[in-house]
């Protein structure tokens, strides 16, 4: 099972978590935290803001007085336009299927009326810790993210808008090469991430790890190996998520002029 408790005390999650509330807007009336998934961030936002609506696929269930929960999509929000003066939403866009991308980031500018604040890992080698399906046989990215995002990529999809702020909070993001990549797809992707939550993006059915055979497990401990020497002496360390906040207000009066 998931352990989000611990994960929480990351080292590199405390970064991510700092990042999101620095450069949070001081003043907002109505928020909207769109994939709030345990509520972690939207009890932070609950502090600091009188009205938020906290988003999943699966109705969450937040008890806050300041906190209403709804169940949704962000492919297609059930808010009028400019419904929210703050819309939050961080580690989300990653897990959406490439084709509903550009629908989920249109939906998120439509229903705010000035922020926006998006957080998603940044340049993800989407190779690392994939695992392989024992229900339906297929490859899955690690723990179902199915988008990688860089700068560029990230600001087209929100119309290359002038952005308010930006970080790269974490360091050291983890990376493959074809030939670990190959061990571990002949043999079974034995260091996936197999107790993730999210299901197999391809059947719906939940993650197992698989057993390998001992030459299959010494194949992949090479490979392994070969993917440690790699992250030890590579390159200086690249950001693991990025960051922006949109004020779309600014924009328009720019568009004005
Ligand atoms: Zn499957």
Redo the contacts with the bound molecule.
Sequence with gaps: MYDTVQYRRKEVEIQRVDSIMRMLPAQAQQVLEAGCRDGYITLKLAEKYPAVTALDLSLPSIDHPRVVCVQGDITSLAFADKSFDLVICTEVLEHIPPNMLETACAELLRVTSRYLLIGVPYRQDLRVHATR??????I?PTTGHVNSFDRERLMSLFGNRQFTKIEYPGRGVYKTNRLSYAVYERFGFPYGTYQQEE???????R?VKPLLSLPARLACLFAKGLETIQNKTGPSKSPVWIHVLWDITVQDSLKCQ
Excluded: T, Y
Excluded at 133 to 138: F, K, L, M, Q, T
Excluded at 199 to 205: D, F, S
């Design positions: 399906c024992v229900h339906c046989n297929s899955n299901p197999c993006i391809h059947c719906g059915k993650l």
